[in-house]
Structure formats: structure tokens, C-alpha cells
T-cell receptor, first 113, second 111 residues
Framework: GAGVSQSPSNKVTEKGKDVELRCDPI?????LYWYRQRLGQGLEFLIY????????KSGLPSDRFSAERTGESVSTLTIQRTQQEDSAVYLC???????????FGSGTQLSVL | SQQGEEDPQALSIQEGENATMNCSYK?????LQWYRQNSGRGLVHLIL?????REKHSGRLRVTLDTSKKSSSLLITASRAADTASYFC???????????FGTGTRLQVFP
């Protein structure tokens, strides 16, 4: 596809379960970002990948959160032992140039019951 | 933590009026961008202004940047009902590769 693709679009899980969210960036985009957006709020930076460089993990809220990306391909965001406070929309974005003109996916709505 | 804050938090206007949103940020930046988010989820990039630029135009959009005051404004002229959305500023802090988003302005344009 031509855009950033995220899956699943919706995920309902029970407290304590692990979840894995997937992001397919636009082909050729070397930069990839993950954000979290709670209802009615702004975007909270989580993690950033640039090519094969070490990722900037400074926004990850706890050690329950981790993300991987192989080269310039798919990225996965994993949340272990989910808590109700993790409920939010998780947005992925990619860009050709670092920190310029991000293209966003439609997000994954995560609901932790 | 949020780098930018938008003002006002919410704005309601009639079609045809102009809408002005402001963004303040905290640290030196490489560029500042504005994004739009409809009631769905994805954000769409509107315009980018670099730290050495003071004003930029794109269609009905006009963006200004004052680095001495660490502030920016987005003006939408001749607004339309379809402009109803949330608008976010995003800053690329100097010497980092992050893009940090503000708190957003919810714009409602009544027909």
C-alpha cells in the first residue's frame, strides 16, 4: 500500500496480558516513530527509529514497553502485563527525512479491561 | 513531557471567518510543523517552517514563527465546515531527532 499501515485497528485485552502492535511504514522511509494518544489529549512520544542506528527509547513510560524494527521495515510495539492506564490509541508514523513531514497510520485503539 | 502548548484549547467560528491558533514551545528547534487530526485517528501534515524562516504560506494556511518568543501561529483564512478538526503543532528540538507534539486546538467551524 501507499500509506503507513497499522494492525490491528482495535485490540481489546484483559489486564495482565501482553499485546503486540504492528506498523508497516512507507517504503523508503528510514525514520519511524511511535506515539501514544490518550482520549482527548495530545500525542506522547514513545520511541524513534532511524535506519540501523540505535533507537531513541527515551519516551517509553516503563520497562513493560518495548519496540523493535529490523532495518527500514516493519516495527512492532510490545506492551507486557498490560494495565488499564495503557488504554489509548497507539500511532505509528514514518518519514523520509528525520523529524520532517511525518506520515501517520490510522492507529491501534487499545482497550485494557 | 509536552514541548508545545496550543492556545486556545478550543475554538468555534462561523464558515468564512478566519481561525488563528497559537503554539508556544520551550527549547531551541530545527523546525516547527502543524498537523491536523480529524475525528478518526491519523494525523495529516499541513506545513513545515524552519527555524530561519519567519512566515510561510500554503493555500489558505499562513504560519508564522518567532524564535525569540518561542511561539508560532497558524492562520486558516476563509474557513470551511470541512476544516473542523484538531490542530497540533510539533517541534523538532535542536540536536535531537524527536518530533514533539503539543496539546492541540479543537476547531469547530459552523456552516
Amino acid at each position: 500500500g501507499a500509506g503507513v499501515s497499522q494492525s490491528p485497528s482495535n485490540k481489546v485485552t484483559e489486564k495482565g496480558k501482553d499485546v503486540e502492535l504492528r506498523c508497516d511504514p512507507i517504503s523508503g522511509h528510514t525514520a519511524l516513530y511511535w506515539y501514544r494518544q490518550r482520549l482527548g489529549q495530545g500525542l506522547e512520544f514513545l520511541i524513534y527509529f532511524q535506519g540501523n542506528s540505535a533507537p531513541d527509547k527515551s519516551g517509553l513510560p516503563s520497562d513493560r514497553f518495548s519496540a523493535e524494527r529490523t532495518g527500514e521495515s516493519v516495527s512492532t510495539l510490545t506492551i507486557q502485563r498490560t494495565q488499564q492506564e495503557d488504554s489509548a490509541v497507539y500511532l505509528c508514523a514514518s518519514s523520509f527525512r528525520t523529524a520532517e513531514k511525518l506520515f501517520f497510520g490510522s492507529g491501534t485503539q487499545l482497550s485494557v479491561l | 513531557s509536552q514541548q508545545g502548548e496550543e492556545d486556545p484549547q478550543a475554538l468555534s467560528i462561523q464558515e468564512g471567518e478566519n481561525a488563528t491558533m497559537n503554539c508556544s514551545y520551550k527549547t531551541s528547534i530545527n523546525n516547527l510543523q502543524w498537523y491536523r487530526q480529524n475525528s478518526g485517528r491519523g494525523l495529516v501534515h499541513l506545513i513545515l517552517i524552519r527555524s530561519n524562516e519567519r512566515e510561510k504560506h500554503s493555500g489558505r494556511l499562513r504560519v508564522t514563527l518567532d524564535t525569540s518568543k518561542k511561539s508560532s501561529s497558524l492562520l486558516i483564512t476563509a474557513s470551511r465546515a470541512a476544516d473542523t478538526a484538531s490542530y497540533f503543532c510539533a517541534t523538532a528540538p535542536y540536536n535531537t531527532d524527536k518530533l514533539i507534539f503539543g496539546t492541540g486546538t479543537r476547531l469547530q467551524v459552523f456552516p
